[in-house]
Structures are given as C-alpha cells and as structure tokens.
C-alpha cells in the first residue's frame, strides 16, 4: 500500500490546522454561512437533511486493516456508530456535529486518510478498479497511476474551480469494474503497438440529467505522458466548459457540442506545447510508486484443498457463498472475497463499527491485512488463501456480512435518497429494502444469474441508475414520490444507457412492477441467458406489455 | 387549513429547528409558531435573518403546513421527512 511521505503529511496537517481556524470562526461568527460554506466544501463537509456529513475519501478504494479500525471508532466516537459506503469508494458519516470535524479530521490523518477533493469543483478522489493488483485478468495494476494522479491532482491550483466537479477513474483489466465508460475521463490500461503498457483514453462519459456513455479520444497513451495529457484534457475543459449553467457545466457536454474528434484534436494541439516537459513521468518515479503497490509475498498456498471441497459438498450456504461471493485471484491458491453490504432488507452500503472492526481483524488474520471498497458498496478481501475460506466464512456469517448475492439482483446499488439527502426527490433506500425483501429466495435469486438494479433519489444519479439492468429514477410530482422505470443499462465493458420502459410508478407500487420485470425476463429467457442478454433479444416491448397490459 | 412555519439547520449539530412563538429554535415541530397571514410570516422571516446573522441557524425558510386537529403537518414528503427523521433505521440492525 501506499505510505504517506512528508509532504503528504504535511498537506493533510497544514489542512486540518487551516480548517480548524475556519471551523471556529464558524462558530464564532467571523465566517458567515456563505463565507464558510464553499471552505467546508472543500474539506468534504456537507448540511443534509438532518444533520452534517462528512464524505471520507479512500483513494482508488484500497484501505489496511488500521485504516478501517479508525473508521469504526470514528462512527463510534463522534457518529451513530455505523458509517455509510458510498458509490464512488468513499464512506460518509451521516450525523457528525460540526465542531468534532476537526478532530475527526485528526483521528483520520492518524491513518494516513482526509476528506480532501470529495466535494467542490475540482477533480475528485480518483476510483479504480477495486481488484487491482489481484485480478486474474489483469494487464497490470491501476493504483500505481491512480496514486500519480491524486499526487498531481491534489490542491492542484488551476483546476480548484473548474466549471464542475470532475472524476477519473483508472482500469488495469479489459473487464471494467470501476465504470470508467461514465467517468469524465476514463483510463484503460492496454497494450501498445510494440506491446509496451499505457493508456485508452475516454473522456465525457457520465450520467445525471444528461447521460452519455465516454468516447475514445486516444487509442494508446504512453506512461510517460500520462500527467501532460491530462492537463491538455482539463485545460480545453477549464477553458471551454461551460460556467453559465450548472446542467451544461460537465465536460460531457462540451465534448458532446463539439463532437469527440474535434476535441481531440484541441487537447492534442494543447497537448503539443507542454509534452516533453516537466511533467513527463520519469521512470524512476514510476518505479518508485510501483514499489508501494508490489505484489505481497504470499504464504504457500494448495491449489486443491481437501478441507475446503469436503466442506463446501457439506455446507449448502457455505458453497453457494462460494460460488457467489469468490473471484479469481492471480495467485494460485488464493482468491478474491467480496463481502456484500446488502442483507435482505438491509440499507445498502451501511455497515457498524463493530462489523468494520471484525473487517479489519479478518483482513489481518485471513488477507495480509488489506481490504478493498467497491464502488458497488461493497467490500473486497483482495488475497485470501483457498484453505482459509470456511473460518473466514463463519466469522463473516457471525457479523451477518456473508450475504451470498455479489452481482445478484438484490446487490442493490442505491444512494441516499430522500432519507438524508438534500438533492433527493424521492426516498431511495426504502425501496431497496422492499425489493431485497422480495427477492431474498436465494435459490430463485442465484437462478437468476447476473441482474444489477439501481435506485437514484433524483436525476443527479448518484446510483447510477442509468447503467442498471433495472433502473429506478425516484421523481417528485406535486410532492409525491413516484419512480421512472429503465432497462438495458450497463455499467461494465460495454457501457450503454437504459431506456424508460413507460410511465412511473408510485412508491408502493414500484416493487410490484421490479418483481413483474423480473417475471418477464424468467419467461423469456432461453438457456441460462442473463437478464441483459435476454433484454438484448427481445427488446422492451414483452415488459411493456406485462408492466402496462398493451404494448 | 395551512398555515406556514419557519425552519432551518441548526448551526452547531445541522439539526432541523423550528422557530417558536417565545423566538426560541425547537426540534418539535408541534411548539413551531403558525404564520396564518403575510405580516406573521414576513415576522418569522425576519426572525429567521436575525437568528442567521447571531449564527444560530444555517438557511432559514419558510415552509406550509396543513393543521390538522391543531396539529402541524407539512405538505411536502421532504418536509415530513425532515420533521421526524428519516423512514428508515439510521444506523444498520444491531449485529447479534
């Protein structure tokens, strides 16, 4: 992992002393609310609905088992005792009083952590792949750039007041978890021409009130050149992107106006006058990063254990969580645990102090101490050992984190809603409970194969609703909650927008007409077909028909 | 009938507040003073400009309530939701 050297320790204090001085003039009332307000911002505080939350960043989603027991004390100490993951890899705490935000500041840098570029037009918290450096397919490991970027993009100061906030995500494998096609910019790490590893460049993807799928702007970027290029993209975009009207703010739309070859060849023509300077990555400094995120060495490891096959024939629960909840890792004998943070009926991404700290022990008994967040709101224990499966297993199902539904469809990715948030038209988390509930039969459930549904409170589409095999887009109607309905999003590979199948349905009608498309797509489904394979063949009119009567 | 009502956040904890009739900030929305005409209302607000600028409350404003029984409720969903808190546990089940 990633250590902090002391100009990072350095950042982060300076921060916290700096915040502290805003934070009780606050309360003094030398700073005004709209003095203070764009300062909290900027160290990731925001007022919701009941209270303050602070959104906590966890670079590219890699945190130690330390880390993880600091943010459980800090749920307990200053919060209600759980913490929130959210769909960017970050936590949120949903109840902190303002005059303990420093010293929660504090606690995290204690920890190597902050809550720094989570909010505020800048470019935020870089996301990543959350089975870097493990993954079976992977062509190489993401975070060593991800943590470049952070380094460059960090207070950087031309790009503290773009015309919006801005997000880049970084994938090591050609099959995507970290939803880089709805990134601003998305980077895929590929191999060159001479077969030498960089960069697909796609920039402009991204969802809310006008989702677009990101475009290829460059087919191969060398290493060297990551830094420069990027300033080229977020130059034309500081420059060109639009500061008059919020919606139109994103890059997406100033790459959609003026169409992506026209684009590229801005940021080239930008790109020609800084390239071969100062900020070409040297390969020594590569290297040195890359010496942060070096495979550990792993304990010996059996590729066939004995125990584990005579205990998976001998616990049913044991084996479906294992063929559920495991992925492949690089290292013969070991493999990737995902923990899901959705129990039926559970809020999706909750999680108690207590369930963090048995997290944390676990990934220093069973995972070299490392854990993952997923922008999924789930967690990962990236190198557990095949044979250590089972023990894992039963702690797990001990702290009630051993729901078997990874990638199922009641791993539910929903955002606040209405409950918390201030943006929200409509409840969010309440409807994910009801379809978890619904859907728990886990026979049913896993027969069903690979169904994502995601539930947005409002058109900022926090949950990417979008991209959701079922998608629920919460609306307000003369105070009345009521849901858009869309199929045939995907967040993976092959980015696409779901479409609105027809008119919304109402809050207690909406789990009825989810539990009807799934009863459309169990109808129609030839052998073993996935839900979007099935929604590819016969398109929307069969769960128009069913949702509607006629088609 | 409806009647309005003047709420904020609480500058110390974000809490939802109510302005009372006595000028106090109270979290329940039954003590909150009713505003039936437009001089009542023009009251609280100004009450409300008062109290931000003595840093007691963040983004003061008025919102309609129906009373029913004589009770206060407001007529928006976000407002019922920020006068008794969120529908959902706000913290997960407690781990047995």
Redesign the interface.
Known sequence: MYRYDEFDYTLVNERIQQFRGQVSR????ELS?DEFRPLRLMNGLY??????MLRVAIPYGTLSADQMRMLAHIARRYD???GHFTTRQNIQY??P???DVPDMLADLANVEMHAIQTSGNCIRNVTADPFAGVAADEIEDPRVFAEIIRQWSTLHPEFSFLPRKFKIAVTGSPADRAAVGFHDIGLKMRRGPDGEIGFEVVVGGGQGRTPLVGQTIRDFLPKADLLSYLEAILRIYNEQGRRDNIYKARIKILVESLGAPAFAELVEREWEQTRGGGLDLPGDEIARIETYFAPPSYPPASVADNALTQARAAYPVFDRWCRVNLSDHRQPGYGIVNISLKPTG??PG???A??MD?VADLADQFSLGEIRATYVQNLVLPHVRLADLKPLYDALAD??LATANIGLATDIISCPG???CNL?N??S??VA?RISERLADPDRLEAMGALRINISGCINACAHHHTGDIGLLGV?RK???LYQITLGGRGDGDAAIGSIIGPAFSYDNVVGAVDNVIGTFLEQRQDGENFAETYRRIGPAPFKEQLYGTA | MNARVLTANRLGDGAVVYRDAAGNWVEALEQAALAEDEAAEQALLMAGEDALARQLVVGPYLIEVALKAAAPSPLSQRERIRASGPTVAAWPAQVG
Do not use: C, M, T
């Open positions: 606050r309360l003094n009332g609310e007022l919701q609905l009941h209270a303050y209600r005792g759980y949903n109840w009083k303002l005059e559970g809020i909750d999680i108690s207590e369930q048995v702290a009630g209405l409950d918390f929200a409509a409840r988390i309440p409970q307000d105070g009345v909650e």
